[in-house]
Structures are given as structure tokens and as C-alpha cells.
């Protein structure tokens, strides 16, 4: 066996030429902080070390398994054979099943050429980035967001950030946004939001739907290129409290001509690595999206899609899971409110944002400024230390003005964790004084 080590340079001296070699976006991409976090507290957690882990918004498969449904006709469809390429940009079944889907659900009667099925919504999201803009064009988007600096800095986009404020839940509106909107060539929303777990009102979404038209009549009148809004809606099914989720063209059908949806099954249906997205767009833009998906190959498995097709077709079922699925999702979700309300209320150093979709929770620790908290990592660490609780802040979400504001998911930890943290967090911040 031949050893290969000593052929990779890694001496300090070469780093010079070692980043020579990689191109100017390698150089400047940075891997996600939330991951980073993450995975630190993984490791903890697998040290031993007494962790409620309220990282990634993922699910623990001990917490929450996929429908049923869905894993049985996976398996069937594997065993039918379904093991071959899927075409790339979707089996027509899928197609159609979303389609169908859109019209029961949304009241969105699109033509199937407008769908493109992908990997989960993150290709998906980056297809809509890298088919619409150009290098040195502008995305905008409220801050906290998910991942649109680092999808920007792929395209070599203007990131232009609005920052949202906690008295609005963290929702932009069209008043802030207007300052920004005459140079941006995408505007990207998320409503349920990631990662406050609030949602967009009908009359915000009017309004910045207005925004948009108004803005794409003055461009062309002067021949300029369009601003398209894209609309991630991956929990659009995951909301309480009986609070509606809206959207661009369901308030204003004229925004189809400039909206993309990106969607997928992971968060409503728990199914994060099963990988089944998509988006949904006008058609002339759906057909480069296909072409980039000959070339990328980011297709969901044949076998899921199969599967995806039968439960987006069965509305019973959909409603059977759900009915358990956010009953859970809430209850998690409310335990912890409930808690930092009453908190609150006792004059502790926190607050939260009550819950109405997704599986966030947003929750403000007044730490930072104080002795032994000079900056936002020293309270992150210091509620890791003292308290077991290892959480995401805003700063991850491109979010670096409302300080001290953290978020919780609660997809992969029980009631029974989460009691375990809360009995460690009262005392440590009772002991700040």
C-alpha cells in the first residue's frame, strides 16, 4: 500500500499556494455556522455530556418517523423495480401529484410544465439563484434568513440585507424593503420563517406583492431586467393556533408572472433525507431550471419520488399525519414558551416570540453587555456550559442587529429533554441575579 500523506502540503509556509489553487469563490466560501455548531455539540452529546440539543432543524427519527405511507411505498416501489435515473426534472406522476396538490391545497392551478422536481428545496433554491442572476446582480432578503449570503456568495451576488425587528415577529415588510427593492434582482421570502417560527399576514404579503408589481411596471417602461420574488414555503403545512398560510399569488394571482415557489416534503412530513423537492415556477423559467438539472444531476430517487406522488394524492392521509404531527410540534414548542413567559414575568433575562409555525421557537437572552458576556458566542457557550442547552443565534441567519436572539428547534428532542433542560436553565439564570 502506498502512503499518500506526505503528497498534501501542510505546512503554514504553502498556504499561499495552496489557496492560489482553488478558485475565487472556493476562497471566499465559508462552511454553514450552523452546521459548525452543530456538529461541536454532536460531539459533546456523544461525550456524555447532559445536552438537549435544540441545533438543526432536523428530526430525530426516535421523535418523529415519516408517514407511513411514504416508507411503505418507497419500499414497494424498489421493489417494482423503480431503481433506474428518474427523468430530470421529475416523473410525470410526481408532476401531476403536485400539481393536483397545489390546486387542492393552495387553490394554485398551475401547468405542469411550470414544475421542476430536485433533491429537497435546497437545489431547488440555488437553481432559482444561479438561473435568474447574473455575477454582481442583487439579492435581498430580510435578516434572519436561511443560507441566502452563502447561496449568493456561489452566484457572486450583491447580498443586500434588510434587517426585520422583533415587534413585527421578524417578518419584512414593504415599507422596509422599499428603500432597497429598485436595484435587486431576486427578492427571497420564508414564511413559515426559519428561523423565527412566525408567519407572514395576508395584508404584509399584499403589500410587498404590490411593492413587486409596482416595481417591475417601472422597469418595464425603461427596459430594465425583472425582480422576481421566491418564495420558500417548505412548512407551509406546519402551522398553529389555526393561523392561514399565504402566498404571493394566492393574494395576488398577477404575481405568478414574477413568483417562484421552492418546496419539499422534508419539514412537513419529517422526511429531511429522503430528499424530495421542488419548484414551481413560470414555465419559461422551469425550462432552464430542467436544463441545469441535466447538467447537475440533483434529482430526487426515483423510488421516493414514486412514493411522494401516492401521499401528495391522498388528502386523508395527509390530514391523519398532520393532525399528530403539529399536535406534537405545538406541544414541544409551547412547554417552552410557556416557560420563558413565565420567566419573564419573574424578571429573568429572557422573552420569547409565541409560536405559529415551522418548529422554531424565538427567544431573546439578555446577557450580552453584562460581566463575563462580552459578545454572543460567551452567551452561547455559557448556555451550553451551565444549562446543557445548546441553541442557534440569529448571527447564523445573517442576522448581526438584533442581538441575543436565539433559536430553538424542537424536531429532534422529546418533552421529556426538554423538561430536563428547562430544570437546568431556570436555576443558572436565577443565579445571575
Known amino acids: 500500500m502506498t502512503a499518500l500523506d506526505r503528497f498534501f502540503p501542510r505546512d503554514a509556509a504553502l498556504s499561499s499556494a495552496i489557496d492560489d489553487s482553488l478558485s475565487d469563490m472556493a476562497r471566499g466560501m465559508s462552511p454553514s455556522k450552523i452546521l459548525v455548531i452543530a456538529y461541536a455539540v454532536k460531539a459533546a ?88 442572476v447574473s455575477p454582481g446582480e442583487t439579492v435581498l432578503t430580510p435578516a434572519p434568513s436561511w443560507n441566502n449570503d452563502n447561496f449568493s456568495h456561489l452566484v457572486g451576488a450583491k447580498h443586500v440585507v434588510v434587517p426585520s425587528r422583533p415587534e413585527d415577529a421578524f417578518m419584512p415588510t414593504a415599507e422596509r424593503l422599499a428603500p432597497a427593492i429598485g436595484d435587486a434582482r431576486l427578492l427571497i421570502l420564508n414564511s413559515p420563517m426559519n428561523p423565527a417560527g412566525t408567519m407572514m399576514r395576508a395584508e404584509q404579503m399584499r403589500a410587498i406583492c404590490r411593492l413587486v408589481l409596482d416595481e417591475n411596471k417601472r422597469r418595464e417602461a425603461v427596459g430594465g431586467r425583472s425582480l422576481y420574488l421566491v418564495y420558500d414555503q417548505v412548512y407551509r403545512m406546519l402551522t398553529f393556533g389555526g393561523r392561514e398560510h399565504v402566498t404571493p399569488v394566492g393574494v395576488m394571482p398577477e404575481m405568478a408572472r414574477y413568483t417562484l415557489f421552492c418546496d419539499a416534503i422534508s419539514k412537513s412530513f419529517a422526511a429531511t433525507g429522503l430528499r424530495v423537492g421542488w419548484i414551481v415556477a413560470p414555465p419559461f423559467i422551469a425550462d432552464r431550471v430542467k436544463a441545469l438539472m441535466t447538467h447537475v444531476g440533483a434529482w430526487a430517487p426515483r423510488p421516493e419520488q414514486h412514493a411522494t406522488a401516492a401521499l401528495l394524492g391522498d388528502d386523508d392521509a395527509i390530514t391523519a399525519w398532520l393532525s399528530e404531527f403539529r399536535g406534537a410540534l405545538e406541544a414541544r414548542l409551547d412547554r417552552l414558551h410557556d416557560a420563558f413567559t413565565r420567566w419573564a414575568a419573574e424578571g ?37 456550559d451551565e444549562a446543557g442547552c445548546a441553541l442557534i443565534p440569529f448571527s447564523a441567519f445573517g442576522d448581526h442587529h438584533n442581538r441575543g436572539w436565539f433559536r430553538f428547534s424542537v424536531g429532534a428532542v422529546g418533552l421529556d429533554e426538554i423538561d430536563a433542560c428547562l430544570g437546568r436553565l431556570y436555576p443558572a439564570l436565577k443565579a445571575l441575579g
Open 348 to 384: 429573568l433575562p429572557v422573552k420569547a416570540i409565541a409560536p405559529e409555525g415551522a418548529i422554531y421557537l424565538s427567544v431573546h437572552f439578555d446577557l450580552e453587555g453584562r460581566p463575563d458576556f462580552p459578545d454572543e458566542d460567551a452567551v452561547r457557550t455559557w448556555l451550553l
Open 45 to 132: 452529546i456523544e461525550s456524555g455530556a447532559p445536552v438537549t440539543n435544540f441545533t438543526v432543524g432536523d428530526f430525530a427519527p426516535t421523535q418523529f418517523g415519516v408517514p407511513k405511507l411514504l416508507a411503505q411505498k418507497i419500499v414497494a416501489a424498489v421493489e417494482a423495480g423503480h431503481t433506474n435515473y428518474p427523468p430530470a426534472f421529475g416523473i410525470p406522476e410526481l408532476r401531476t401529484a403536485i400539481r393536483r396538490h397545489y390546486a387542492s391545497a393552495l387553490g394554485l392551478d398551475y401547468p405542469e410544465e411550470a414544475i421542476v422536481v430536485a433533491s429537497g428545496a435546497r437545489p431547488a433554491l440555488y437553481s432559482a439563484y444561479r438561473c435568474l
